[in-house]
């Protein structure tokens, strides 16, 4: 087993292997979510309540899910990179952050979106979109703190710290914005608390999730190929593939 | 010696006098270059105080309540002190750059006046500073339930108030530059000078919620400007050599 | 070159100056006579004075008693003419390290008035040994190769009064040899240059020395 | 299919601008991600055999002009 964590780290073998695997993802992510968008726009039934602008939950929800899970993979990342010293793990989180913001971003924005039907302004400051506010910040930081440094290696370990910081943070902002916002708790309807959805409408939820989640291991594993790219530049192995690729 | 434009070369050494031509006019658009090529390389830098805006916003809800009346009643000053504090931030980088590598000094010995050199670093970092917080500035506007129609004036007053306090600040930052933990000092300088550009800035957006007239307002605040535009840039270039000499 | 030029000698004169730093005197009556085809080195221990000489020469530090003089006017006067006719390199390189090294000529070609000219500054590049490192940031230079992109300057923004702050730092062995020839065609032809170095002139005719240790001039204690 | 007409499918019974403003950002986005993933990484590339091609051209004018250089170029300067 520990062979294997170690070959896995030396980037030479992972950029052969993410090569084969990469496909696989790219045809998955794209079947899925074609299939998802499909279904959920056009063939899901509109929900009773809130019509057809419901169906931005299938955007919605695989987004929210999918900014969750980055900042959680990106932690983990970190722990390897720091722990077991294998920079692979580090070039991942490096390359995890940006997509985290993006999907964070989609996810507030749809979220709020598919507020104004029902509360009739741009923005509310209802807690899910709050806490997935503070999440977006929390990337934000990230990606400037890996920014900031103009040594490679503090601003790799500078990051891999505040991502851990920041996923045991997560819960806790989750549980305390929730607490605040049942306290100012105004008399509308809120888009978090939704009855039991049919089988017909949470299918094509299902089928877009995955969508994204393939999507996201896809675009990591081409980003960490370039990030190797760039930071083993100086390698032979690099070099010959620079030489053969013009 | 391989002379390459004929004074090194046999001739004895020529005097050269008087102002070459043009040279002021070479000079500043030359250093507003360098500066602009020098942020936009570190396109983070530029993003941090936008950033720590939204992020500043965000608490004033969580910390007072989401209730839309109470926010939209105090939106204008919020939107106001959270942009000039944000503004404030990237005053201490200013010089502070220069400074270290050398290229202050040099900036010091050149024939051209220092006072308007000094006025094209400060015109980069409005333009990077003050400008996105203006445009940004409506997007949270929405956040905070602003009324509607004093949008553009906010955009409007944060942008013509914006220049005044790089102005004003840039004299603070040339003060401290030489001191090694000059931020808050800088803080503590400056802010005060700020309160009349925050008065009529802050009024600026009132004044439009309320629908009474807002060219009053946006008049001092162009008053205000022009005064720190022939003022400031003297204050700055007697600060700077003052600083040089830690 | 676009300016009016008289062929004149240069003088830059000080009349017993003095300077107190912390206490304690750095310098006193120090009378000076710098002028044409001379290279005037400033020797002395660390903290004696020699940068803080050539900020006051410089006109970059204020609190000092007694006067300067330049081309026999007072330097309140003559100051635009002498900034005109100065090329000061500091202890910092002055190169910005986000900036290609073309990138920084650019700008003091600007500053110092002189045309826009390219390949005036891939020749000082190439003059200093920079060939082939023109458009990679100076950041990833090193420090002897920054301190280099300053040198340039000397070739690139020709003046004929030079006041040079430790030039030798972090130069390597070939470097020293160039600058050292540089320094002394450069007083040949009618330049003048003023000196900090901890590294051993080569002795020669236009060589002169001036010890700061304290005390004033040449007491050497 | 929940809807008749294609016309309709547009319209999403009166919700079309937040329904379409959500998934456009979202395609906006997921498509702006891969473009700009594949235009870095053939970026990376470009840079890369150019490097290569500067070191191979400095190391051969550093064998071939002056004998005593490091191969790190850095001729020297007989100004």
């Given at each position: 087993m520990w062979a294997f964590?170690?070959?896995?780290?030396?980037?030479?073998?992972?950029?052969?292997?993410?090569?084969?695997?990469?496909?696989?993802?790219?045809?998955?992510?794209?079947?899925?979510?074609?299939?998802?968008?499909?279904?959920?726009?056009?063939?899901?039934?509109?929900?009773?309540?809130?019509?057809?602008?419901?169906?931005?939950?299938?955007?919605?929800?695989?987004?929210?899910?999918?900014?969750?899970?980055?900042?959680v993979s990106m932690a983990v990342s970190a722990v390897i990179f720091m722990v077991w010293k294998i920079k692979i793990a580090?070039?991942?989180?490096?390359v995890m952050a940006p997509l985290g913001a993006a999907m964070t971003f989609v996810a507030l924005f749809s979220g709020a979106v598919w507020g104004v039907p029902t509360w009739g302004t741009w923005w509310m400051?209802?807690?899910r979109l709050t806490s997935m506010l503070i999440l977006l910040f929390l990337y934000l930081g990230v990606i400037a703190l890996r920014g900031a440094f103009t040594s490679r290696d503090s601003a790799s370990r500078a990051a891999s710290v505040l991502a851990m910081v920041g996923v045991i943070n997560i819960p806790i902002i989750k549980y305390s914005v929730d607490w605040w916002y049942t306290l100012h708790q105004p008399a509308t309807f809120t888009i978090t608390s939704r009855p039991t959805m049919p089988m017909e409408m949470w299918l094509p939820l299902l089928i877009m999730v995955l969508g994204f989640y393939s999507f996201f291991i896809a675009l990591t594993l081409m980003r960490t190929r370039s990030e190797i790219l760039r930071r083993e530049a100086n390698k032979r192995w690099v070099r010959e593939l620079a030489g053969e690729a013009n | 010696m391989t002379g390459t434009d004929?004074?090194?070369?046999?001739?004895?050494?020529?005097?050269?006098?008087?102002?070459?031509?043009?040279?002021?006019?070479?000079?500043?658009?030359?250093?507003?270059k360098r500066d602009l090529v020098l942020l936009l390389r570190r396109r983070s830098e530029v993003m941090n105080p936008l950033v720590f805006f939204a992020i500043v916003i965000t608490l004033f809800p969580i910390g007072i309540s989401p209730d839309p009346q109470?926010?939209?009643?105090?939106?204008?000053?919020?939107?106001?002190?959270?942009?000039?504090?944000?503004?404030?931030?990237?005053?201490?980088?200013?010089?502070?750059?220069?400074?270290?590598?050398?290229?202050?000094?040099?900036?010091?010995?050149?024939?051209?006046?220092?006072?308007?050199?000094?006025?094209?670093?400060v015109a980069v970092h409005w333009l990077l500073t003050g400008l996105p917080l203006a445009l940004m500035a409506p997007l949270l506007g929405i956040m905070l339930a602003l009324p509607a129609g004093s949008y553009a004036v906010l955009a409007v007053s944060l942008a013509l108030g914006s220049a005044s306090l790089s102005l004003i600040g840039a004299i603070g930052a040339a003060l401290t530059v030489g001191l090694s933990r000059?931020?808050?000092?800088?803080?503590?300088?400056?802010?005060?000078?700020?309160?009349?550009?925050?008065?009529?800035?802050?009024?600026?957006?009132?004044?439009?919620?309320?629908?009474?007239?807002?060219?009053?307002?946006?008049?001092?605040?162009?008053?205000l400007l022009a005064l720190a535009l022939i003022l400031a840039p003297l204050a700055i270039a007697a600060s700077l050599r003052i600083s040089i000499n830690g | 070159m676009p300016f009016l030029e008289r062929a004149v000698s240069l003088r830059l004169q000080a009349r017993?100056?003095?300077?107190?730093?912390?206490?304690?005197?750095?310098?006193?009556?120090?009378?000076?006579?710098?002028?044409?085809?001379?290279?005037?080195?400033?020797?002395?221990?660390?903290?004696?004075?020699?940068?803080?000489?050539l900020k006051i020469l410089s006109g970059q530090l204020a609190d000092y008693e007694g006067d300067l003089f330049w081309d026999d006017r007072p330097m309140r006067d003559a100051r635009e003419s002498?900034?005109?006719?100065?090329?000061?390199?500091?202890?910092?390189?002055?190169?910005?390290?986000?900036?290609?090294?073309?990138?920084?000529l650019t700008w003091y070609q600007a500053i110092a008035g002189q045309p826009r000219d390219e390949a005036a500054r891939y020749a000082a590049l190439e003059d200093v040994g920079l060939a082939g490192f023109e458009d990679l940031p100076a950041g990833q230079l090193s420090a002897g190769q920054q301190r280099r992109v300053a040198l340039a300057r000397l070739v690139l923004t020709p003046r004929p009064l030079w006041v040079l702050d430790e030039p030798f730092t972090a130069i390597d062995r070939d470097g020293v040899n160039a600058l050292e020839q540089r320094l002394v065609d450069h007083a040949r032809q009618g330049g003048c240059v003023l000196v900090t170095t901890h590294h051993e002139l080569t002795p020669c005719a236009e060589l002169r020395r001036i010890r700061l240790g304290g005390g004033g001039l040449d007491d050497g204690n | 299919m929940a809807f008749d007409t294609l016309q309709d499918f547009f319209a999403m019974g009166g919700h079309a601008p937040y329904v379409w403003a959500a998934w456009g950002v979202t395609a906006a986005l997921l498509l702006g991600t891969v473009i700009h993933a594949r235009a870095e990484r053939r970026q990376l590339l470009r840079q890369l055999a150019r490097r290569v091609r500067r070191e191979s051209r400095l190391a051969t004018r550093a064998a071939g002009a002056q004998p005593i250089q490091t191969s790190r170029g850095g001729s020297t300067n007989d100004a």
């Open positions: 964590i170690h070959k896995l780290g030396s980037p030479k073998w992972f950029y052969g292997i993410s090569a084969r695997l990469q496909p696989w993802f790219w045809v998955a992510a794209l079947i899925l979510i074609v299939v998802g968008s499909i279904w959920g726009l056009a063939f899901a039934p509109a929900d009773y309540q809130q019509g057809n602008s419901f169906r931005i939950i299938y955007v919605h929800v695989p987004a929210a899910f999918l900014a969750q899970s980055i900042f580090d070039m991942a989180a490096a400051w209802d807690a | 004929g004074t090194l070369t046999g001739k004895a050494m020529t005097l050269t006098s008087g102002e070459p031509h043009g040279g002021l006019t070479v000079a500043f658009w030359a250093t507003l109470l926010l939209a009643a105090i939106a204008p000053g919020l939107l106001w002190v959270a942009a000039l504090l944000a503004a404030l931030l990237s005053l201490d980088s200013l010089f502070r750059a220069d400074y270290d590598d050398g290229s202050l000094e040099q900036l010091l010995l050149t024939p051209q006046p220092l006072a308007l050199l000094a006025l094209a670093k000059g931020g808050v000092l800088l803080s503590l300088l400056v802010l005060p000078l700020y309160i009349p550009v925050l008065i009529f800035g802050a009024g600026a957006v009132q004044a439009a919620i309320l629908g009474d007239g807002v060219m009053a307002h946006l008049a001092i605040l162009g008053a | 017993n100056l003095a300077c107190e730093r912390d206490d304690r005197w750095l310098f006193r009556e120090l009378d000076l006579d710098i002028r044409t085809g001379e290279i005037v080195r400033v020797e002395g221990p660390n903290g004696s004075g020699k940068t803080t000489l002498f900034l005109t006719n100065l090329l000061y390199l500091g202890h910092a390189p002055g190169v910005k390290a986000a900036l290609t090294p073309l990138e920084n | -």
